[in-house]
């Protein structure tokens, strides 16, 4: 059998790779796929998010896939050959991950590489702040750099003199990658999935140690605190406490489910730096416990202070 395709959706926190997958599993396509989901904090809010769910979904939380739980990928690779049932796997990276380690996985563990075989990198952008990104973070600049597909997401956030300065610099900074302008992360797929597009040797002239394992790759500049609340939220309040966050603290993603106050249906909260949305989602199960679920991902967060002005929003 041909080994099994393998795409990494990767980019900076809240470009939207998230969007990305879910818009690919609804999609009229002739693949089965199977997802791993990786996320920094404990509280998975992604793999919830995952709307497509007759697609195998394995979540990896608490963790990067490029430094602490490699072996947990390549026991969850392991685990979805085993069980078998899809012929595409999609691996969504945390918004932090260098995606070069995650590669790395498929190249160097010969346990894999007759079963799999690595696609293509996909980086989604957000085009309204991506250039602050790259000033202010390295990885933001290895995922644009490691991509074979780089998707200028959010296109309706920016004009098009913007559209044309992102373009060049990511050519600058990638020659080899194809770009996209997306709304949405919606992209034509026929251009994206089971192309062997990833060219070992592009990726080695941009990174002489792109296959160095030994390399240390950390994020200390980056935290996250997730919190699980039983009381229900005043939405008023909640929305208050959004708008002062995004004035005091350097928040570059927020994300979770709310239990708001007298109401019948769990609220999804998406936050992109300064831009919050809170919207309805289903209603809560009969016996289902209702509670708020919330990831906050940033720069010298203080959880104490956090979690003292989220509570202050709570019934």
Same mark, same amino acid.
């Given at each position: ?8 959706? =990767?980019?900076?926190? *809240?470009? *939207? ?5 879910? %818009? ?6 002739? %693949? ?12 998975? #809010? ?16 608490? *963790? @990067?896939? @490029? @430094? =602490? ?18 012929? %595409? ?5 945390? *918004? ?11 190249? +160097?563990?010969? &346990? ?8 293509? #990198? ?6 309204? &702040? ?29 004009? /098009? ?26 992209? +034509? ?34 935290? $996250?605190? $997730? ?16 708008? /002062? ?14 239990? #708001? ?25 009969? +016996? ?14 203080? /959880?104490?202070?956090?979690?003292? &002005?989220?509570?202050? @929003?709570?019934?």
């Amino acid at each position: 059998m041909a080994p099994i395709p393998v795409t990494i959706l =990767t980019g900076f926190l *809240g470009a *939207g790779k998230t969007t990305l997958l879910n %818009y690919i599993l609804k999609q009229q396509h002739d %693949y089965k796929f199977a997802v791993i989901v990786n996320e920094v904090g404990k509280i998975g #809010i992604d793999g919830m998010l995952v709307e497509n769910q007759k697609e195998e979904v394995v979540e990896m939380n608490n *963790g @990067c896939l @490029c @430094c =602490t739980i490699r072996k947990d990928l390549v026991k969850g690779v392991q685990n979805l050959l085993k069980k078998g049932g899809f012929d %595409y796997l999609l691996i969504e990276t945390t *918004g932090i991950a260098d995606p070069g380690p995650v590669a790395q996985t498929f190249l +160097n563990i010969p &346990q894999l590489q007759q079963l799999v075989r690595l696609d293509s #990198i996909i980086t989604v952008v957000d085009s309204e &702040q991506i250039e602050k990104q790259m000033k202010e973070t390295e990885t933001a600049r290895d995922q644009v750099t490691m991509a074979d597909f780089v998707l200028l997401n959010k296109t309706d956030l920016v004009d /098009e003199a913007r559209l044309q300065k992102l373009e060049s610099l990511v050519a600058e900074l990638n020659p080899h990658a194809q770009t996209f302008r997306t709304s949405q992360s919606q992209a +034509n797929l026929k251009e994206l999935l089971d192309m062997n597009a990833f060219k070992l040797d592009q990726k080695l002239a941009a990174d002489p140690e792109f296959l160095n394992e030994l390399r240390q790759r950390h994020h200390h500049d980056i935290n $996250s605190f $997730s919190f699980e609340l039983d009381r229900p939220v005043n939405v008023e309040k909640f929305e208050h406490f959004v708008q /002062e966050l995004s004035e005091k603290e350097r928040i570059y993603r927020s994300k979770g489910f709310l239990h #708001i106050a007298g109401n019948p249906r769990r609220a999804v909260f998406h936050g992109v730096n300064n831009r919050f949305t809170i919207l309805w989602d289903r209603l809560w199960e009969k +016996n289902e416990k209702r509670s708020s679920q919330l990831v906050f991902i940033g720069r010298e967060i203080q /959880e104490s202070r956090l979690r003292s &002005q989220i509570e202050s @929003c709570l019934e």
